[in-house]
T-cell receptor
Framework: LAKTTQPISMDSYEGQEVNITCSHN???????ITWYQQFPSQGPRFIIQ???TKVTNEVASLFIPADRKSSTLSLPRVSLSDTAVYYC???????????FGKGTHLIIQP | DAGVTQSPTHLIKTRGQHVTLRCSPI?????VSWYQQVLGQGPQFIFQ???????GRGNFPDRFSARQFPNYSSELNVNALLLGDSALYLC????????????FGDGTRLSIL
């Protein structure tokens, strides 16, 4: 399984764009990159998934360089409600299951 | 549409007891997986079931078992409970498998005294 490394914590302010980078140097050819968001006492919530280049949906963008050894989750114009833990996952959905690391604690201040 | 539902939401047990946790996936979802999340850590994969068969197993002892029923709902069973089993147990469902976005329930908080 590809191991991921992401910052333990990040701070930002309302209205700013936040970029969280995840390193996954030993990503395999069949692996996808997926990000989840988790609030206290709730289950993780799917944000975005990609394989290469750029993916955008209504809440975030995911940037993946050509070598796929890292990825960046971009949250545009964050609000206080974006304060949460963000997990970067890399895998092919095989029998080893999803591997969550410790995630990035994002704190948004007024 | 209803999301993934788990029951009970909270449970208190003592060491050595047995517990059964239940999960109802989103309608139409055939894959169910279970995770254990201890405080301050990310969720850890326990099992995945698809079409009532076990398709994946994490690094958990044999005290942990699960099954999936014909209606795709699932149970997680834990025998001989230990203090270290205290955690949030999460269930997730998806249409086909783990390579698709997972929809998580809000979990069962299990406390072992």
């Amino acid at each position: 399984l590809a191991k991921t490394t992401q910052p333990i914590s990040m701070d930002s302010y309302e209205g700013q764009e936040v970029n969280i980078t995840c390193s996954h140097n030993n990503i395999a050819t069949n692996d996808y990159i997926t990000w989840y968001q988790q609030f206290p006492s709730q289950g993780p919530r799917f944000i975005i998934q990609g394989y290469k280049t750029k993916v955008t949906n209504e809440v975030a963008s995911l940037f993946i360089p050509a070598d796929r050894k890292s990825s960046t989750l971009s949250l545009p114009r964050v609000s206080l409600s974006d304060t949460a833990v963000y997990y970067c996952l890399v895998g092919d959905g095989g029998a080893d299951g999803l591997t969550f690391g410790k995630g990035t604690h994002l704190i948004i201040q007024p | 549409d209803a999301g993934v539902t788990q029951s009970p939401t909270h449970l208190i047990k003592t060491r050595g007891q047995h517990v059964t946790l239940r999960c109802s996936p989103i309608s139409g979802h055939k894959s169910v997986s279970w995770y254990q999340q201890v405080l301050g850590q990310g969720p850890q994969f326990i099992f995945q079931y698809y079409e009532k068969e076990e398709r994946g197993r994490g690094n958990f002892p044999d005290r942990f078992s699960a099954r999936q029923f014909p209606n795709y709902s699932s149970e997680l069973n834990v025998n001989a409970l230990l203090l270290g089993d205290s955690a949030l147990y999460l269930c997730a469902s998806s249409l086909l498998g783990l390579n698709q976005p997972q929809h998580f329930g809000d979990g069962t908080r299990l406390s072992i005294l």
